[in-house]
């Protein structure tokens, strides 16, 4: 029989405790996590960045150089944005657990990965009021900033998956039985047939 001790330090219940609790996003709105919401805008915007250096790189036309640059501002403020209901978050996960560790681990690879193309932002800028617009340094900075975001979301979806941050572990929903499920099917399909007399 386990003592009182182990019951409510350790175990099973600690990690209900720490779900249930204190893995819970702080920042939501309408109930959903606000720093999942946010992430997707400078991922897509590091992407379009880096693609669009390799394009200028290829055939050498400016309007791609322009673009990228455009997208790389974008990316570096929509990161500093995503970045501060992340931090809340995490300063919110207890100490001295394997959610803390990967937390860090994504913060720091995400603000390595902002730092890349915030200097590639900054060169960018310099290159178009110089009037010379070079290609290949773009290309490598934005691809290890690329790969270093990759890592960051590595780990930020382990502590979605595996330590359920920002997932509401309350909810139990029912399963229905299968014989149910192809009941209904059946209904929907014949009411489809009639409805349209064939």
């Given at each position: 029989?386990?003592?009182?001790?182990?019951?409510?330090?350790?175990?099973?219940?600690?990690?209900?405790?720490?779900?249930?609790?204190?893995?819970?996003?702080?920042?939501?709105?309408?109930?959903?996590?606000?720093?999942?919401?946010?992430?997707?805008?400078?991922?897509?915007?590091?992407?379009?960045?880096?693609?669009?250096?390799?394009?200028?790189?290829?055939?050498?036309?400016?309007?791609?150089?322009?673009?990228?640059?455009?997208?790389?501002?974008?990316?570096?403020?929509?990161?500093?944005?995503?970045?501060?209901?992340?931090?809340?978050?995490?300063?919110?996960?207890?100490?001295?657990?394997?959610?803390?560790?990967?937390?860090?681990?994504?913060?720091?690879?995400?603000?390595?990965?902002?730092?890349?193309?915030?200097?590639?932002?900054?060169?960018?800028?310099?290159?178009?009021s110089a009037g010379q617009l070079l290609a290949q340094?773009?290309?490598?900075?934005?691809?290890?900033?690329?790969?270093?975001?990759?890592?960051?979301?590595?780990?930020?979806?382990?502590?979605?998956?595996?330590?359920?941050?920002?997932?509401?572990?309350?909810?139990?929903?029912?399963?229905?039985?299968?014989?149910?499920?192809?009941?209904?099917?059946?209904?929907?399909?014949?009411?489809?047939?009639?409805?349209?007399?064939?």
């Amino acid at each position: 029989m386990r003592g009182t001790r182990g019951f409510f330090f350790g175990g099973e219940y600690m990690a209900h405790f720490f779900r249930g609790y204190y893995m819970q996003s702080k920042l939501k709105i309408f109930g959903h996590p606000l720093h999942p919401m946010l992430v997707p805008f400078p991922i897509a915007f590091n992407t379009a960045t880096m693609i669009c250096c390799m394009v200028y790189a290829i055939n050498g036309d400016s309007f791609w150089f322009h673009v990228a640059f455009i997208a790389n501002c974008a990316a570096v403020v929509t990161a500093t944005i995503a970045v501060l209901p992340g931090l809340v978050d995490w300063l919110s996960i207890p100490e001295l657990t394997d959610a803390k560790s990967t937390g860090l681990k994504h913060m720091m690879a995400n603000i390595i990965s902002v730092g890349f193309f915030t200097a590639n932002a900054a060169i960018m800028y310099s290159e178009l009021s110089a009037g010379q617009l070079l290609a290949q340094s773009h290309v490598l900075i934005t691809l290890f900033g690329f790969f270093v975001m990759l890592y960051a979301g590595f780990k930020g979806w382990r502590l979605v998956q595996t330590h359920h941050i920002g997932i509401d572990t309350t909810v139990n929903e029912e399963i229905p039985e299968q014989e149910g499920v192809e009941k209904n099917a059946s209904e929907i399909f014949t009411d489809t047939k009639d409805e349209t007399g064939k």
